[in-house]
Nanobody, 122 residues
Framework: QVQLVESGGGLVQTGGSLRLSCAASGRTFSLYAMAWFRQAPGKEREFVSTINWSGDNTYYADSVKGRFTISRDNAKNTVFLQMNSLKPEDTAVYYC???????????????WGQGTQVTVSS
């Protein structure tokens, strides 16, 4: 069992930056692929980024490629999402997820956090 708690969301102006963190409980954190998804009001949850267990394999949605960076610290049971050059369309609730392998499909993740709100003002 893995419990995930996101933090770091907030209100930022267009072009600004935020760093999201996801702290995981449990000794097996390093065995899981981790991912970030987001859900804007009235829209379906969408894939943002994923990272494999060792951190040497990452993948990004085209909409965030070049602006967002995912990373992890297995010693601290934490995954991060550095978000730069934020745009109003990045406004959403951001969710952290853990699963067996890096995939862009939400069904591939077994554990989810409660989400953290990111709002980008224009």
């Amino acid at each position: 069992q893995v419990q995930l708690v996101e933090s770091g969301g907030g209100l930022v102006q267009t072009g600004g930056s935020l760093r999201l963190s996801c702290a995981a409980s449990g000794r097996t954190f390093s065995l899981y692929a981790m991912a970030w998804f987001r859900q804007a009001p009235g829209k379906e949850r969408e894939f943002v980024s994923t990272i494999n267990w060792s951190g040497d394999n990452t993948y990004y949605a085209d909409s965030v490629k070049g602006r967002f960076t995912i990373s992890r610290d297995n010693a601290k049971n934490t995954v991060f999402l550095q978000m730069n050059s934020l745009k109003p369309e990045d406004t959403a609730v951001y969710y952290c997820a853990a699963g067996g392998g890096p995939t862009l499909y939400s069904t591939g993740y077994d554990y989810w956090g409660q989400g953290t709100q990111v709002t980008v003002s224009s």
